[in-house]
């Protein structure tokens, strides 16, 4: 069974900064892609930041320069710094991966249970 645990949500003044992580753990073969979405109340859930194995990264327009995606690979994690964090930042951030569980299975979507992120002005 594979797992997706974030860490790192909570409350921080606009200007401030967060790091969020996200840990993978269980039954995995291969992870290709693992991104952080965002869903702010009200809205569809967006893309953030997005990397691949071999450390290819993209961004939304909307966080460039500000935030930073980072993965370690040996450890099967993921993690998002933001910076010059703004009021319209925040929202519920998810972790997702599409990874393989054996060498045997195609590649799945996994999801986290997601950890808040709220930005005071």
């Known amino acids: 069974q594979v797992q997706l645990v974030e860490s790192g949500g909570g409350l921080v003044q606009a200007g401030g900064s967060l790091r969020l992580s996200c840990v993978a753990s269980?039954?995995?073969?291969?992870?290709?892609?693992m991104d952080w979405y965002r869903q702010a109340p009200g809205k569809q859930r967006e893309l953030v930041a997005g990397?691949?194995?071999?450390?290819?990264?993209h961004y939304a327009d909307s966080v460039k320069g500000r935030f930073t995606i980072s993965r370690d690979n040996a450890k099967n994690t993921v993690s998002l710094q933001m910076n010059s964090l703004r009021p319209e930042d925040t929202a519920v951030y998810s972790c997702?991966?599409?990874?393989?569980?054996?060498?045997?299975?195609?590649?799945?979507?996994?999801w986290g249970q997601g950890t808040q992120v709220t930005v005071s002005s």
């Open positions: 997702h991966a599409v990874l393989a569980a054996t060498m045997f299975s195609h590649a799945s979507d996994y």
């Open positions: 269980g039954s995995i073969f291969r992870i290709d892609v």
């Open positions: 990397i691949t194995s071999g450390g290819s990264t």
